[in-house]
């Protein structure tokens, strides 16, 4: 399960590892009323191009589709269970592991998919602290595992960590709001159609970023309307973000002329003022490693 703003940033290295060759992997981007439609068709059509993994685009808050990915997982199900009859074995209920960095909505999705409460839901990292598993389908046919959110041993990408920080998919003790809220600003002028992002922020709190840099902007931000109060400043602008009040776009494109889904992103733009925000994080502890 990923982050449909950042689905490269919340896909676990070692998940293909851990299926093996050969497995079904269903791809959940969730969130998926955080971005626009063509970027739900874009990066479908890019993670799809793995043999062996289905994407399904999903909002497990108000349950968009949820009833397509449930009958899909049941279908698979109800296959595996006719090859196990067809070898003269025994019925058993099909297992099936619900991986996903913290906060992407595991949870949630578990709550839909069984149609009630069932799961531990909120939306902060680390709710999920024990291993559960669920029944779903006739006479439990299907069961899912929800687990804690799994974060790779280390963090080396730091602007995929920074990325993770602004859509609220690690938890905030782990960073310094202020700075990266400051990324969060340097990301939306190497977006593309970047212009009408910052216009966006322009007009929402009445302080042009034009000629700022981003951590001058949270500064600006703060003096403006905050009291001085930079770390409430960027909390604010993250929080906005994340609640898609200053529009519903990601923060990553699919890799141009990839062949598979599991390709390292590189942000496009301006990298050297990313890179700094990035090597000053990493300095002060204010990321994982």
């Given at each position: 399960?990923?982050?449909?703003?950042?689905?490269?940033?919340?896909?676990?290295?070692?998940?293909?590892?851990?299926?093996?060759?050969?497995?079904?992997?269903?791809?959940?981007?969730?969130?998926?009323?955080?971005?626009?439609?063509?970027?739900?068709?874009?990066?479908?059509?890019?993670?799809?191009?793995?043999?062996?993994?289905?994407?399904?685009?999903?909002?497990?808050?108000?349950?968009?589709?949820?009833?397509?990915?449930?009958?899909?997982?049941?279908?698979?199900?109800?296959?595996?269970?006719?090859?196990?009859?067809?070898?003269?074995?025994?019925?058993?209920?099909?297992?099936?592991?619900?991986?996903?960095?913290?906060?992407?909505?595991?949870?949630?999705?578990?709550?839909?998919?069984?149609?009630?409460?069932?799961?531990?839901?909120?939306?902060?990292?680390?709710?999920?602290?024990?291993?559960?598993?669920?029944?779903?389908?006739?006479?439990?046919?299907?069961?899912?595992?929800?687990?804690?959110?799994?974060?790779?041993?280390?963090?080396?990408?730091?602007?995929?960590?920074?990325?993770?920080?602004?859509?609220?998919d690690i938890?905030?003790?782990?960073?310094?709001?202020?700075?990266?809220?400051?990324?969060?600003?340097?990301?939306?002028?190497?977006?593309?159609?970047?212009?009408?992002?910052?216009?966006?922020?322009?007009?929402?709190?009445?302080?042009?970023?034009?000629?700022?840099?981003?951590?001058e902007y949270i500064h600006?931000?703060?003096?403006?309307?905050?009291?001085?109060?930079?770390?409430?400043?960027?909390?604010?602008?993250?929080?906005?973000?994340?609640?898609?009040?200053?529009?519903?776009?990601?923060?990553?494109?699919?890799?141009?002329?990839?062949?598979?889904?599991?390709?390292?992103?590189?942000?496009?733009?301006?990298?050297?003022?990313?890179?700094?925000?990035?090597?000053?994080?990493?300095?002060?502890?204010?990321?994982?490693?």
């Amino acid at each position: 399960m990923r982050d449909a703003r950042i689905p490269l940033s919340t896909g676990h290295p070692s998940v293909p590892e851990w299926a093996g060759p050969g497995k079904l992997r269903l791809v959940v981007l969730n969130q998926c009323d955080k971005v626009s439609e063509g970027e739900r068709t874009r990066w479908a059509a890019h993670l799809a191009r793995n043999a062996g993994t289905r994407v399904v685009c999903t909002n497990a808050r108000t349950g968009e589709g949820v009833p397509r990915l449930a009958k899909l997982a049941l279908s698979v199900s109800a296959e595996l269970g006719a090859k196990r009859a067809a070898k003269g074995l025994r019925p058993r209920p099909v297992r099936c592991a619900v991986v996903g960095f913290p906060n992407v909505g595991k949870s949630a999705l578990i709550n839909r998919l069984l149609g009630r409460a069932q799961c531990a839901s909120a939306a902060r990292p680390g709710v999920t602290r024990h291993l559960q598993w669920v029944s779903m389908g006739a006479e439990g046919a299907l069961q899912l595992l929800d687990a804690p959110g799994v974060l790779p041993m280390r963090l080396a990408d730091q602007a995929a960590a920074l990325r993770l920080a602004i859509c609220n998919d690690i938890g905030e003790a782990s960073y310094t709001t202020s700075l990266v809220a400051a990324q969060f600003v340097e990301t939306l002028r190497a977006l593309e159609g970047s212009p009408a992002r910052l216009a966006a922020l322009a007009q929402r709190y009445r302080v042009s970023p034009a000629g700022l840099s981003g951590e001058e902007y949270i500064h600006a931000l703060a003096a403006a309307g905050c009291d001085g109060d930079e770390e409430r400043a960027g909390r604010k602008l993250l929080k906005d973000y994340q609640e898609g009040k200053l529009g519903n776009f990601g923060l990553e494109a699919p890799p141009r002329g990839a062949e598979g889904g599991e390709t390292v992103y590189e942000a496009p733009g301006p990298s050297r003022r990313l890179a700094h925000l990035a090597a000053r994080a990493k300095r002060l502890g204010l990321l994982p490693t």
